[in-house]
């Protein structure tokens, strides 16, 4: 009982974000794992991701919400005369890798690839941007979180791929990384027992 | 003699070729020019402000749809642009139903003085197979009162809700229209109506209840001002939508806020954490 007290109380109106990001390049590109077997997300859902940032982005990568019975395969535009889109891609199973890479083809217009395929480009913003290589847990901290993400590489001007090689890392509570280096980590929840000694410890 | 043999043989074997060559070609650009008359029959049909549909491209097919909106960014264009990509989609979907022929299509919105406002391009690829017509065991005005009664519409003031019946390219469609008045745009962010859109239509799918295509949501506030507009397509398992400033980003993901633009500290190394199943059968860590 006390250790449910001190989980954060209320997340309303709030996503929690774990990963690594690349400052700055041409695109991006990635390989990430669904956990290998079915996670509780509750009433809600998660999308593990790479992405450009806010306020228009192009994002590539898999969600799964309450509904779903498998992890989707997605494709997510905002730009600012199309708006909003979300385009499902198919499932991506348990235990699964896909590699999802998001690059710019010139000018202001960015392509969205899934294995390779392309999806679909649209007209975001000019390079070079920030390259995000995330897990999204939407609204509520009880969501379980296991995703691998392997290979995270930005893309310079002359269409080559490098490794990570930067640690600008996200990590909110009570989410965490694992890092083997900065393109390869695994993000995750940290178990009941050991948020409540992070409670104690912190004070 | 034998030589000027071998010589007529490869003259022959290359005008054959180039022959087929040029037979091809015709046969690629009568097609994509068929299609291309097709869809843009299909897109006057729905009264889009079409310009042209043109083949921008023979093999791989590309077709260049062109729409024209107004100069004046609001929520009426955004609603029309909205609806009007989306039928677009629909119809270029609808062009590979009986066989794969569009590998991608490009759509430019343009204002009347016609300077572009915005460039896309879409890709297709082969879908599977169709299985026999499926059955579903709930009759319209049922799965009206399904989807009426499944659906949470919390403090909102519901003013339309009704699953209705349309022809496009000879398929039946049947697209569930929403139109609601939420008063409080806290109430709106608390509940947030559009978030359950997506499930109760695969939901009605999947359990074979009644074959729900389109879920159209659209949530004003009390003085008539466009909060939410919503689209949801089972068939192409696509939204769109979009959403006045004020209303809650969380029901959909989006990138993280970076606030200083400066890297953070590097969290410390930790092992995998314990009492979790791993991803993989072997894990990169030790």
Known sequence: MFVILLLPQSTASSAFYIGNSYYIAYGGKVDIY????????????????????????????????ASFQLPQKYVEYHSPITNCEIYHQGNQ????????NIINVGDDVWCAYINNLGIGCREIVYTPEVIEVMSEIHEDHRIELFTQFENASYRDSSNNYYLFDQGNWFEQFPYLIAIEDESTYLTYRELTYQQFLHVIFSN | MKNIKIWMLGVSVFLVALLSLLVFWRVNADRGQQLAEQLSQSLQSERLPLQSVRV??????????????????????????????????????QLNREQFQLNSYIVLIQNPSGQQLSWEQNFLYPSDAEDSPEQYSLKLSEANDYLREAFLAGSARVERFELIKEQKDGVPVYTLMIQMIEPDLATLN?????????????????????????CWLEIKGPNGETWVDYLYDYSLSAMNWWIADGVSTEWFPHPAPLPNQEPTATPAARPYPLGTAQPTASSPYP
């Open chain 2, 190 to 214: 608390r509940e947030l109506p559009m978030a359950q859109v997506e499930r109760l239509i695969r939901d009605v799918n999947a359990q074979k209840l009644f074959p729900v295509d389109i």
């Open chain 2, 56 to 93: 921008a491209n023979q093999s791989p097919l590309t077709l260049e749809i062109t729409l024209e909106y107004s100069s004046q960014d609001g929520p009426e264009r955004k609603a029309d642009i909205l609806r009007g990509r989306h039928a677009v989609q629909w119809h270029c979907t």
């Open chain 1, 34 to 65: 669904t956990p290998g077997y079915p996670i509780n997300v509750f009433n809600n859902g998660q999308s593990n991701w790479i992405s450009l940032p806010l306020p228009y982005w192009i994002q590539a990568g898999w969600r799964y919400y």
């Open chain 1, 93 to 100: 199973d348990w235990g699964t890798k896909v590699e999802y």
